[in-house]
């Protein structure tokens, strides 16, 4: 299930408070300035810094 697009538009980082990045390949919200990709499950936002995958350098 894909996350709405038009959702995206509304959330952002809860750390570093910027946009997200929709990344639909991998189905993740991603935080380059946090260095975070936020899942997205069953087309729900996991917006919880305990459950993004850290991003490589």
């Known amino acids: 299930m894909d996350l ?3 959702l995206t ?10 946009k997200l990045i929709y990344d639909k ?3 993740e919200l991603i935080a380059k300035r946090s260095g975070l990709a ?3 499950k ?3 936002p996991i917006m919880l810094p ?3 995958r850290k ?3």
Request: glycine content about 4%; some cysteine.
């Open 4 to 6: 709405r697009t038009d």
């Open 25 to 27: 390949d991998n189905q």
């Open 50 to 52: 305990d459950e993004a």
């Open 9 to 18: 538009s509304m959330l952002v980082c809860p750390l570093s408070k910027e």
């Open 55 to 57: 991003l490589k350098d």
């Open 42 to 44: 069953e087309g729900i």
């Open 38 to 40: 936020y899942p997205i």
